[in-house]
């Protein structure tokens, strides 16, 4: 499997970087929109939030990078649905993981496993 990096990322649909977006102020912040990343229409941004998965499919997933706290961005809807990942240097969804500042990389997921991966939306500002 072959990851590369994608310049046509480097914007949050909402505005922002997809590691920096935080979506709106925090004094404006609405009710958090979850829906399952299959969800997304191509170009939205989430962070993730959940992963209804087996313990040995999360722990594949984290080691790419898609961990609870990863914001992704949707560059394909279907089968392999794709999404731009960018950890931004927080943790890795467990206690004492960490990313390179600004990892990035695009994913092929199954659909049924993009179904199970749940994320909050980024709100435009």
């Known amino acids: 499997m072959a990851l590369s990096r994608d310049k046509s990322s480097d914007q949050c649909a909402c505005g ?12 404006a912040a609405p009710e958090i929109v979850t829906l399952p990343l299959a969800k997304l ?13 087996h313990e040995q499919d999360q722990a594949l997933l984290r080691a790419m990078g898609l961990s609870c706290n990863a914001s992704v961005t949707l560059c ?6 794709i999404v731009a990942v960018t950890t931004g240097g927080a943790a890795g969804g467990r206690l004492g993981e960490a990313s390179p500042p600004g990892a990035s990389c695009r994913i092929g997921l ?16």
């Open 41 to 53: 229409k191509v170009g939205q941004c989430g962070t993730i939030q959940e992963k209804r998965i």
């Open 110 to 125: 199954t659909r049924e496993l993009s179904e199970k991966i749940f994320v909050s939306l980024h709100r435009p500002r």
């Open 76 to 81: 394909r809807q279907g089968e392999p649905c």
């Open 16 to 27: 922002g970087t997809p590691g920096d977006c935080r979506g709106t102020p925090a004094a």
